[in-house]
C-alpha cells in the first residue's frame, strides 16, 4: 500500500502540459526506502522522462542501486505497461523475478515481473566478450 500511495501522490505532480496523461511510479529500494517519480514532458517532444526514470534516479541518487518492487499507475482503462525503455531501465536495477504492480485510478491492478515485462533483457553479461 506504500508504493501505492508514493505513486499516486507523485502523479499528481506530473508535469503533462502536451499528452496530459499523467504517470506515478515508486519503487522499493533493497534498504526499505521509497523512492517515486512522475513524467516530465518537454516541448522538445520526446526528450521528456518517464515516471519510472524519475523514480530510478531518485533511487540512485539516494545511494541504492537495487530495486526490491516497483509501482506504476496512470489514469487509463487498462493498467499500464512501462515502455520499452523504462523496461531496460528497470532490469538494469532488479532481479527479473521482482514484482511489478500496474494499476489504474480506478483500483484495477495486473501484478507482473520485471522478468516478464522484459524476457531477454540485455545486461551487462551480454557485453562481457565471452
Do not use: H, W
Not at 503533462?16 to 522538445?44: H, K, M, Q, W
Not at 521482482?98 to 515485462?117: C, D, I, K, M, N
Amino acid at each position: 500500500m506504500e508504493l501505492e500511495t508514493a505513486a499516486r501522490a507523485v502523479r499528481e505532480n506530473a508535469y503533462v502540459p502536451y499528452s496530459g496523461f499523467r504517470v506515478g511510479a515508486a519503487l522499493r529500494g533493497a534498504g526499505g526506502a521509497v523512492f517515486a517519480g512522475c513524467n516530465v514532458e518537454n516541448a522538445a517532444y520526446p526528450e521528456g522522462t518517464c515516471a519510472e526514470a524519475g523514480a530510478i534516479a531518485a533511487m540512485v541518487a539516494a545511494g541504492e542501486t537495487q530495486i526490491a518492487e516497483a509501482f506504476v499507475i496512470a489514469d487509463s482503462p487498462e493498467p499500464v505497461s512501462p515502455c520499452g525503455g523504462c523496461r531496460q531501465k528497470l532490469a538494469e536495477f532488479a532481479a527479473p523475478d521482482t514484482p511489478v504492480t500496474l494499476a489504474t485510478l480506478s483500483g484495477e491492478t495486473r501484478r507482473t515481473t520485471v522478468g516478464a515485462l522484459l524476457p531477454g533483457a540485455f545486461s551487462d553479461a551480454d557485453m562481457s566478450g565471452t
